[in-house]
């Protein structure tokens, strides 16, 4: 199987859906030898900052000398970007590889009258060929829905990652934030130890009970580990990191948005959990440098500047709308907003709405996305700035240029998928 082949394989499945549950993944694995197995793993859930964490994490392990390979999703303009070891994404002929594995076995279970395989059990699947095929010594998983019932819950963690909780997937999760933690927190099992990020008041009472009833050991931030001092530089932060065994000074974060400190926190936490001691200092600096998280406040243009942020929920929003205001206080965005059609188009404006000068509303490629002049409709209800709509990604990037001018600003946000085609856009431009 080739590449194209590979996708197209993995296209057929789409169709499938989502079907929360373990039995067809468990069953998979059992079929290829359990490569999910024989090495240590970070698993991390969260409503936001699950790929920021789980790429800091990958880091820090490479740096401490590990074979280290990543599992995140979605992907933004690539399916092999869910695929990485040692933070280099897997290649195409890689990527093939993993799926050919993969599908021997699937294909067989479906001959022989087991329920198919979803697209993103698929992945999964193939991630753990890959990390099979690169010998790995220790693994990063990132969650894709929840956690009790997502595919990736086959693995008994070493250590398992809360990053934050909001109100999503209420179809699938539940509509309070207990409730929602429950699903989330169910990734940890009696051999792993839990990393919590800043959680609310009723999701940590869920994160103290799942601790206590597992006896297993509980690390949360504020408490046991936080961020000190962080000043704003030029491409970055200066920060100083208290993790639960050492604190590590004067790391220079080269990213923008000051959420990334509190994921670079959980993800250091969550590496001296994995290694069993204090991290080395010099390791620390010298990943944390060479940190990267496209789509997440990337700076992708120039006169005018162009923005991409893959933040597609509230509390995401609200965290990117807080992070404009401290880094670009005087600046107004032409927006250019697309969305899926399960999102609270409502609260995401609202945070945004002081910051903006107009909106190009535009769908991305999926049956999900909400129309350009639906959303429009919704938009115009709430703001008192130009909306425009565009029927295609590029044309919105376009328009948003236009109407921003040399020295204005652009904002791509909304979803993940909205980002992915503007940065394939941008990045073949340039």
């Known amino acids: 199987m080739d590449y194209p082949e590979a996708i197209a394989y993995l296209d057929q499945h789409i169709a499938h859906g989502i079907k929360p549950g373990l039995e067809r993944m468990e069953a998979l694995l059992e079929d290829m030898g359990r490569p999910d197995q024989g090495y240590p793993l970070i698993h991390v859930a969260g409503t936001n900052g699950k790929t920021s964490t789980s790429r800091f994490a990958t880091l820090l392990l490479v740096a401490h000398g590990l074979n280290a390979g990543?599992?995140?999703s979605p992907h933004l303009q690539k399916v092999e970007e869910r695929l990485s070891i040692n933070g280099r994404f897997a290649t195409e002929e890689e990527f093939a590889l993993a799926v050919s594995d993969v599908a021997a076995f699937a294909d067989l279970r479906v001959r022989a009258g087991a329920d198919p395989n979803t697209y993103?059990?698929?992945t999964t699947a193939?991630?753990?060929a890959?990390?099979?095929?690169?010998?790995?010594?220790?693994?990063?998983?990132?969650?894709?829905?929840?956690g009790r019932l997502d595919a990736t819950n086959v693995v008994d963690a070493e250590v398992c990652v809360l990053t934050s909780i909001g109100i999503e997937h209420t179809e699938y999760l539940g509509e309070d934030v207990a409730t929602i933690a429950g699903?989330?927190?169910a990734i940890a099992g009696p051999n792993s130890i839990l990393v919590t990020g800043p959680l609310p008041d009723a999701a940590l009472e869920v994160a103290y009970t799942r601790s206590k009833d597992l006896g297993i050991h509980h690390r949360h931030y504020g408490k046991d580990f936080s961020v000190l001092d962080a000043e704003r530089g030029v491409g970055g932060w200066m920060v100083s990191i208290a993790?639960?065994?050492?604190?590590?000074?004067?790391?220079?974060l080269p990213l923008h948005g000051r959420y990334q400190l509190v994921n670079l926190a959980n993800a250091v936490a969550a590496s001296e959990a994995l290694l069993g001691r204090k991290l080395d200092e010099d390791a620390v600096r010298e990943a944390v440098a060479a940190a990267t998280v496209p789509g997440r406040m990337e700076v992708l243009g120039k006169h005018p500047q162009i923005m991409l942020d893959g933040a597609h929920n509230a509390d995401g929003v609200v965290a990117l709308a807080e992070s404009l205001e401290e880094e670009y206080p005087t600046t107004r965005w032409q927006l250019v907003l697309g969305v899926m059609g399960d999102k609270n188009v409502e609260a995401m404006v609202d945070s945004l709405r002081p910051l903006i000068s107009g909106v190009i509303t535009t769908a991305p490629h999926s049956e999900r996305a909400v129309s350009p002049s639906d959303l429009a409709k919704r938009v115009r209800d709430l703001v008192d700035v130009p909306v425009l709509e565009a029927e295609g990604v590029d044309l919105a990037i376009d328009m948003a240029r236009a109407e921003a001018g040399p020295a204005?600003?652009?904002l791509v946000a909304g979803s993940l998928y909205l980002v992915g085609e503007a940065r394939e856009l941008l990045t073949s431009d340039a």
């Open 70 to 72: 990543t599992y995140i």
């Open 120 to 122: 993103f059990e698929l």
């Open 126 to 128: 193939a991630a753990f």
């Open 130 to 146: 890959f990390f099979a095929d690169q010998a790995v010594n220790a693994a990063v998983l990132e969650v894709g829905l929840g």
């Open 183 to 185: 699903e989330k927190l």
């Open 243 to 252: 993790g639960a065994e050492e604190t590590y000074e004067d790391l220079f």
């Open 408 to 410: 204005g600003a652009v």
